[in-house]
């Protein structure tokens, strides 16, 4: 009698668990990001046009290089960190690329600024503080669709620090935007890629990274990745 009892409260409590579900691969998401921001990026900088001189520039020793490279790195770093930040014992995975995201970003924006510090006042012609306004918006605003994705699969893992996910989240999303804009943006100003390329993402993950946790922490995403 006592063995059917447990039985029954042991059936009981089975039907009332909620199925288990697993967490996908970290690999799988950031596969899918990065194929997905790469159209994405592709798309944008067609529709906005790339500078005439883009390649060119790329393919030198110079300020143009050094921020281009480093917000590129820094889009796949924060955007590794972010989604590891999500999987628990993946710790040591998302500090270790957030690291290399933030450093990158500043190593690269320093060796740009010092890179002009040689650079004839020929070379660099101001532009209005209005025009760094400009692409930092266009940057930040280019973010919100990577952002989301990302939100979207760290949601789909098991954040339990919303707020540095979300942080680590708009910093990729917003270097991603920034590097879009440094690859269209054609102002003479080489300062102008300093002050506000190389910096956008600073911005952004400023701005963004309150929304982003809270839609970590309450959104109520219809399916998982």
């Known amino acids: 009698m006592k063995s059917d009892r447990t039985e029954s409260l042991i059936a009981s409590l089975q039907r009332d668990l909620q199925p288990v579900r697993p967490v996908p691969r970290l690999r799988t998401h ?5 194929a997905v921001v790469v159209s994405l990026a592709g798309f944008v900088v067609a529709l906005l046009a790339p500078r005439p001189d883009a ?6 020793i110079g300020p143009f ?4 490279g480093g917000l590129a ?7 590794l960190a972010s989604l590891a930040s999500a999987r628990p014992g993946r710790e040591w995975v998302a500090l270790t690329a957030s690291f290399a995201a933030s450093a990158t970003l500043a190593v ?3 060796a740009a ?5 040689d650079a004839t006042p020929a070379a660099s012609m101001p532009e209005p503080a209005s025009q760094d306004l400009h692409c930092a918006l266009i940057a930040i605003a280019l973010a919100v669709p990577p952002a989301l994705l990302l939100a979207r699969l760290a949601r789909a893992a098991a954040p339990q620090r919303p707020g540095w996910t979300g942080l680590l989240a ?3 999303a917003t270097a991603l935007g920034a590097l879009a804009v440094h690859l269209t943006c054609a102002t003479p100003d080489r300062w102008h890629w300093v002050t506000s390329h190389a910096l956008a993402p600073v911005a952004g993950a400023a701005l963004l990274a309150v929304p982003l946790a809270w839609l ?10």
Do not use: E
């Open 30 to 34: 950031l596969g899918l990001f990065i």
């Open 55 to 60: 390649l060119t520039l790329l393919g030198q």
């Open 65 to 68: 290089a050094a921020i281009g």
């Open 73 to 79: 790195i820094a889009t796949l770093g924060a955007a």
């Open 108 to 110: 690269s924006a320093g």
């Open 113 to 117: 600024a010092l890179m002009l510090f």
């Open 170 to 172: 708009a910093l990729g």
């Open 216 to 225: 970590l922490r309450h959104r109520p995403f219809a399916r998982s990745m």
